[in-house]
């Protein structure tokens, strides 16, 4: 079933969070709007499996790699895909750099120009779009390996279906799973209260429907969290 933007900010959809449908029209649809795309960004940087991608990307000399331009981070690689692309090679497993430091300390050195299969590969949290391979790859660009790797990447842009605060004009669908509906919608209303200072009890109602958004993506461990400056993602005042 297709979900629309209008499915998730329209009067009836926040009227069933935000007590009725009257309160909803205390927020114009450019408001709601703004605060719907922030949500689809805020899903694709916290669950990075609802933009999951694939592809086959060649691999650059050394040891440090990057996603494509524009990815947000790191899901997995999976295997070698040849000097071609195409030519499904050995698996990847993952491993923990230190790890690897302690069996081969100087193991990030760039091996004899010729080619050869990645082994594994290793990632850091802190760093979502960069991760290192073992063996390094050659300098020849003609040696190195292509991977398969799984990558999260922004939400594909939406082109309304007209101009003007007209609800019709937002019958558009989403561009990220229609099973993250209600979690969007969640998210949604926390904006929408946290930037109202006219509502009763707003901060608390912000933070109620912030944490059921972490809820139903799967990410319980923000539940409850203080705003901080190194969180963006718990900035339910922001845009």
Same mark, same amino acid.
């Given at each position: 079933?297709?979900?629309?933007?209008?499915?998730?900010?329209?009067?009836?959809?926040?009227?069933?969070?935000?007590?009725?449908?009257?309160?909803?029209?205390?927020?114009?649809?450019?408001?709601?709007?703004?605060?719907?795309?922030?949500?689809?960004?805020?899903?694709?940087?916290?669950?990075?499996?609802?933009?999951?991608?694939?592809?086959?990307?060649?691999?650059?000399?050394? =040891?440090?790699?990057? +996603?494509?331009? %524009?990815? $947000?981070? &790191? *899901? /997995?690689?999976? @295997?070698?895909?040849?000097?071609?692309?195409?030519?499904?090679?050995? =698996?990847?497993?993952? +491993?923990?750099? %230190?790890? $690897?430091? &302690? *069996? /081969?300390?100087? @193991?990030?050195?760039?091996?004899?120009?010729?080619?050869?299969?990645?082994?594994?590969?290793?990632?850091?949290?802190?760093?979502?779009?960069?991760?290192?391979?073992?063996?390094?790859?050659?300098?020849?660009?003609?040696?190195?390996?292509?991977?398969?790797?799984?990558?999260?990447?922004?939400?594909?842009?939406?082109?309304?279906?007209?101009?003007?605060?007209?609800?019709?004009?937002?019958?558009?669908?989403?561009?990220?799973?229609?099973?993250?509906?209600?979690?969007?919608?969640?998210?949604?209303?926390?904006?929408?209260?946290?930037?109202?200072?006219?509502?009763?009890?707003?901060?608390?109602?912000?933070?109620?429907?912030?944490?059921?958004?972490?809820?139903?993506?799967?990410?319980?461990?923000?539940?409850?969290?203080?705003?901080?400056?190194?969180?963006?993602?718990?900035?339910?005042?922001?845009?």
């Amino acid at each position: 079933m297709t979900v629309y933007v209008s499915d998730i900010i329209g009067d009836d959809a926040l009227g069933l969070l935000l007590i009725d449908t009257a309160e909803v029209r205390n927020y114009t649809l450019e408001a709601r709007y703004a605060a719907f795309l922030l949500a689809q960004r805020s899903l694709a940087s916290l669950q990075p499996k609802a933009t999951a991608t694939h592809a086959a990307q060649r691999l650059v000399a050394g =040891a440090k790699q990057s +996603i494509p331009t %524009g990815g $947000l981070q &790191l *899901i /997995d690689v999976v @295997w070698n895909s040849g000097t071609d692309g195409t030519t499904i090679g050995r =698996a990847i497993t993952l +491993i923990d750099r %230190g790890e $690897l430091a &302690l *069996i /081969d300390p100087d @193991w990030a050195k760039a091996p004899a120009d010729s080619a050869v299969e990645v082994i594994h590969y290793a990632f850091d949290d802190r760093d979502p779009t960069v991760f290192y391979v073992y063996p390094p790859q050659p300098a020849t660009e003609s040696y190195r390996q292509y991977v398969e790797i799984v990558y999260s990447e922004p939400p594909d842009d939406i082109t309304l279906a007209g101009a003007g605060d007209h609800e019709s004009h937002y019958d558009v669908a989403i561009t990220v799973p229609e099973t993250y509906q209600a979690a969007l919608t969640h998210y949604v209303a926390a904006h929408l209260l946290s930037r109202d200072n006219h509502t009763v009890n707003g901060a608390q109602r912000a933070r109620m429907h912030m944490d059921t958004f972490f809820a139903l993506i799967d990410r319980k461990d923000l539940i409850g969290k203080a705003y901080s400056p190194n969180m963006p993602y718990l900035q339910v005042q922001s845009g």
